[in-house]
């Protein structure tokens, strides 16, 4: 069976460690072991959110992030199960120990959809991405609302683009905030992902996709 390799946007931590007196989404994220404490095979089902400018209603779908095997020394076998209908996407195994991997997932098809938006080249939003990974976050202590109960946890922003000083050629994205939520008390740890793209001219919104965490089953 062949493994899916996590792509190449998981690599932001061989840029070094970050520093060390700011919160990043590469300490927050990256290193926190989001997927550690999964021993046991597990489906974890999210929901997918998209609302912006010329879509009428928010479109909305369920993600499926499935653990099928375990090993001994903590790595996993991921499936992923994606939207529905003609948008239906399914893939897998990818390999995995203690990164959640849905992050890479929706970080790549981010910058593939902003590469295939503008006739640009999907490495070049890829990279400027990973950099803002060992930049300092906006980092807040927030609370999240689940089965309940109400759980601690860590919001994280960058905006990849604002001092880009080459996102003249893509003004539109020059705004674009990456937000992630992170908690704990959250199986797979990883509650919620967007990416939100605010129009600069007037700050209405363009366009915004999320996951958000809904629940995990065996």
Do not use: C, W
């Not at 590469?115 to 080249?121: D, R, Y």
Request: proline letters at 8%; charged letters at 25%; a neutral charge.
């Amino acid at each position: 069976m062949r493994i899916v390799a996590l792509p190449a946007l998981a690599a932001v931590l061989a840029l070094g460690p970050p520093p060390a007196a700011a919160e990043t989404v590469a300490h927050g994220v990256f290193e926190a072991g989001l997927l550690k404490e999964v021993r046991e095979p597990a489906v974890f089902r999210y929901r997918y959110e998209m609302q912006g400018r010329g879509i009428e209603r928010p479109y909305a779908s369920e993600v499926r992030m499935e653990v099928r095997e375990v090993a001994a020394d903590g790595g996993k076998e991921v499936y992923f199960d994606m939207f529905e209908g003609p948008n239906r996407r399914r893939f897998g195994p990818m390999a995995a120990a203690e990164q959640n991997p849905l992050v890479i997932v929706f970080l790549q098809r981010d910058v593939t959809g902003m590469g295939n938006l503008t006739g640009g080249s999907a490495g070049y939003f890829q990279q400027q991405v990973r950099k803002a990974f060992n930049a300092p976050a906006e980092a807040q202590a927030t609370s999240i609302e689940l089965k309940g109960r109400t759980l601690p946890a860590t919001r994280l922003v960058i905006r990849p683009f604002a001092h880009d000083p080459n996102i003249e050629r893509f003004p539109k994205f020059k705004d674009k905030a990456y937000e992630f939520v992170v908690a704990e008390g959250v199986p797979g740890g990883l509650y919620r992902i967007a990416a939100r793209t605010p129009d600069p001219a007037d700050g209405h919104l363009i366009l915004e996709e999320s996951v958000t965490f809904e629940e995990v089953v065996p």
